[in-house]
């Protein structure tokens, strides 16, 4: 299994509180993804990075920040969670493309938060 | 509608038996794609990557096609371990490594 870990695996926290999840890697992989998992959505990109210091939104990224300062780390803050953010977080890493031929994504074992 | 497309199911089959599943996408941009399987309450898990020319993995065969923009998946001689959550995912060209994924398509093998 590709070295992600996730941490915490599960958190319940109250609405208006600040929430930062953790993912570490000891692939080197250049790329680094946060995804939310609801029922009826399917896995939905939040914010992804291409390098350290790099990175981009995702299509839900509203309420979300990352911030990647070292290779190995890509944190994913909830500045003030609310209820509706009460979903399974992934995290996920790639390499970079070989030639033409994207390289898939490996996840980590997933974040399971409430917002009450 | 969504850019990946997936019958959720369930599919139940017997064990042993053959089983496909579809997967449309809207964006003929789209580059490259796989096949993820997840199990209830865990991380996906890459099943096979799917090329142009269609690959088999022992019992598992994928097949692309580009002009009816679908993928499938089959699944011969299925196990009960084989029960799970199947999950279409496309790249699309020029959209960085950013993947789309389908909901899945829920596969119960039964005895």
């Known amino acids: 299994d590709a070295g992600i870990t996730q941490s915490p695996r599960h958190k319940v926290t109250e609405t208006g509180t600040p929430v930062t999840l953790r993912c570490h890697q000891t692939?080197?992989?250049?790329?680094m993804y946060w995804y939310r998992q609801d029922p009826g959505h399917g896995l939905r990109l939040i914010h992804y990075?291409?390098?350290?210091?790099?990175?981009d939104k995702g299509e839900v990224s509203d309420g979300y920040s990352v911030s990647r300062s070292k290779t190995e780390d890509f944190l994913l803050t909830l500045e003030s969670a609310t209820s509706s953010q009460t979903s399974v977080y992934f995290c996920?890493?790639?390499?970079?493309?070989?030639?033409?031929?994207?390289?898939?994504?490996?996840f980590g074992d997933g974040t399971r938060l409430s917002i009450l | 509608r969504k850019e990946v497309e997936q019958d959720p199911g369930p599919f139940n089959v017997p064990e042993g038996a053959t089983v496909a599943f579809n997967c449309t996408y809207s964006n003929s941009a789209s580059q490259s794609f796989f096949w993820y399987r997840q199990d209830c309450r865990k991380e996906p898990k890459l099943l096979m990557s799917?090329?142009?020319s269609g690959n088999e993995d022992g019992r598992f065969t994928a097949q692309l096609n580009r002009a009816s923009q679908y993928i499938s998946l089959l699944i011969r001689d299925s196990k009960l371990s084989d029960s799970a959550t199947y999950l279409c995912?496309?790249?699309?060209?020029?959209?960085?490594?950013?993947?789309?994924f389908g909901t899945g398509t829920q596969l119960k093998v039964e005895l």
């Open positions: 995912v496309v790249i699309r060209h020029g959209g960085g490594n950013k993947l789309t």
């Open positions: 990075s291409y390098g350290v210091k790099d990175t």
């Open positions: 996920a890493i790639s390499e970079s493309k070989i030639g033409q031929a994207y390289q898939p994504q490996h």
């Open positions: 692939e080197n992989h250049r790329y």
């Open positions: 799917v090329y142009s």
